[in-house]
């Protein structure tokens, strides 16, 4: 049968060349699988196997804690003191704070006018609110469309400030930072910020400030995000999965046990003296929202996460804008890390659990081992150990844990329970474009600071329809439409399944080899 597939398959005057380069490649596997590999994996294994026990038990921590936080803990207006914003016929508005709220953009046509709508229509007296709009374009057109929209609002009575900078340094967080120093700010208690893709609800303001006003520790209210567009295809359904486990899970679990958490960059309001007191907005690193937030709560302030103050967004809808987005929030907490944990541990203002909270759960599991265990496991060690018996792997590592942390993970979004199989695939395959940022920003190498604006769509894929299509501009066929790193992952995990099927021990004798997983 082998004779009658060889010959079908390679001409005769090839057989014998293809079977020696076959038998070379053979033999060099045996030569340095014993002496070689066979070591090299089970340190990997004995490395793995603890940085996935430190998840499970992470995980199961989160788990548990949320159960009784639904349970048992009190709602937020009922643990922190909350009265509404009233009128007062004597005084007028002068009870209500004056608040800031910052929008800043660039280059976004699709979004400009929803997110500058938003903000105006904003439920709190016009006389006690600005609005800033930090425009940071390169496009002259889109700066044109973007200023008269403000123009167009402040015909209407509305207090909105156009602000451009004459270069776009430090970012989003040079805008902030620049924003904040405007004159016409110094009156100003609180700052709401806004990404330009988010539409907060009318009353957003009526039921997130109270709890700063009645509260002087609390130094920032977190919304929850929802996203618009989350059906709109199998990329935006799995980030929703990822994402409102971040929210459901983490934020009200950091929020109820430790009142810290890291703010999401938008949709929060903040007290700015206690940007102030945290030495403002920084931008060495990406993450300059996680790095404000750290630098606050070492100060002995507070933070609030409202899972029920819902601000709606959009999440990217192609791999390489997603993929973008995902490099600078691996990227960014891991070099945030690096650059703050001695900070941490030094500090004395903050209780020694508190100090252990950041650093082990919210920096060390949840931005780095994390990333790392589901690539190096899942994708490396795991597949390799098909190809060498020798190798065992014990069944609980390999099944059950991952069972069950998969199960715990889809808590936050319960209608998309049935795409568990699919999260899966998609995780393992950002977890290799995570692990990779993760090491950039540990070592600060030189994508350390990488800044790409995630594109925002708005309703262009509702309308697509309705227009007519524009011609965009093609992208280059390797890098935008043809990977060839997950492709060659795909390729080897491939292999490696195949030749499981053909000659793992499972299937050869109906019945596994000790404690080895097969697939």
Not at 246 to 254: A, I, L, P, R, S
């Amino acid at each position: 049968m082998a004779e009658v597939s060889t010959n079908a398959l390679l001409p005769e005057t090839f057989q014998g060349t293809a079977a020696d380069i076959a038998g070379q490649i053979g033999l060099m596997w045996e030569l340095i699988k014993a002496p070689l590999i066979v070591p090299l994996l089970r340190v990997a294994i004995y490395i793995c196997l603890p940085m996935e026990l430190m998840l499970f038990i992470e995980r199961l921590y989160m788990g548990i804690v949320i159960i009784l936080v639904k349970l048992f803990l009190k709602k937020p207006d009922k643990r922190y003191k909350w009265e509404p914003m009233r009128e007062d016929l004597e005084i007028g508005n002068s009870g209500f704070p004056m608040v800031l709220v910052q929008i800043p953009m660039f280059n976004e046509k699709e979004v400009y006018k929803v997110s500058i709508g938003a903000a105006c229509n904003l439920s709190w007296p016009s006389d006690r609110l600005v609005i800033q709009v930090l425009d940071d374009s390169t496009d002259l057109l889109i700066k044109d469309l973007v200023e008269k929209e403000c123009l167009r609002w402040a015909g209407k009575g509305i207090d909105i400030r156009y602000q451009i900078r004459e270069s776009r340094g430090g970012y989003k967080a040079g805008a902030l930072k620049e924003g904040l120093k405007r004159d016409y700010v110094k009156d100003c208690e609180y700052v709401v910020i806004f990404d330009a893709d988010f539409r907060p609800e009318p009353d957003f303001l009526r039921r997130a400030i109270p709890f700063l006003v009645h509260n002087s520790e609390i130094a920032l209210v977190q919304g929850r995000w929802r996203f618009v567009n989350s059906n709109e295809c199998l990329l935006t359904r799995m980030q929703e999965m990822s994402l409102d486990y971040h929210f459901t899970v983490e934020q009200e679990v950091g929020s109820s046990t430790h009142a810290f958490f890291g703010f999401n960059g938008t949709g929060g309001v903040w007290r700015i003296a206690a940007i102030n007191e945290a030495g403002g907005w920084k931008d060495r690193t990406t993450v300059e929202d996680m790095d404000l937030a750290v630098r606050a709560s070492l100060k002995g302030w507070k933070f609030l996460y409202l899972g029920d103050l819902q601000v709606k967004s959009e999440l990217p809808s192609t791999f390489k804008a997603f993929r973008f987005q995902q490099h600078r929030w691996s990227c960014g907490p891991a070099n945030l890390f690096r650059k703050m944990v001695m900070e941490i541990v030094r500090n004395k203002r903050v209780n020694i659990w508190k100090k252990f909270y950041v650093i082990y759960s919210f920096f060390f599991v949840r931005k780095i081992i994390a990333h790392m265990v589901t690539f190096f496991f899942f994708c490396v060690v795991l597949p390799l150990s098909l190809l060498v018996p020798e190798v065992e792997i014990p069944v609980w590592a390999a099944i059950y844990i991952p069972c069950i942390i998969t199960i715990l993970n889809s808590v936050g979004t319960p209608r998309s329970i049935h795409l568990l199989f699919y999260w899966i695939l998609f995780e393992n395959v950002m977890a290799f474009h995570r692990t990779k940022a993760t090491f950039i920003g540990l070592l600060e190498a030189k994508r350390a600071n990488e800044w790409v604006v995630t594109e925002k769509l708005g309703d262009a894929l509702k309308n697509k329809d309705k227009t007519k299509p524009t011609k965009k501009p093609r992208g280059s066929l390797f890098g935008d439409r043809i990977l060839p790193q997950e492709l060659g992952f795909a390729a080897f995990l491939f292999f490696c399944g195949c030749y499981d099927v053909l000659y793992g021990k499972m299937f050869s004798t109906g019945y596994p080899r000790g404690h080895k997983l097969r697939i």
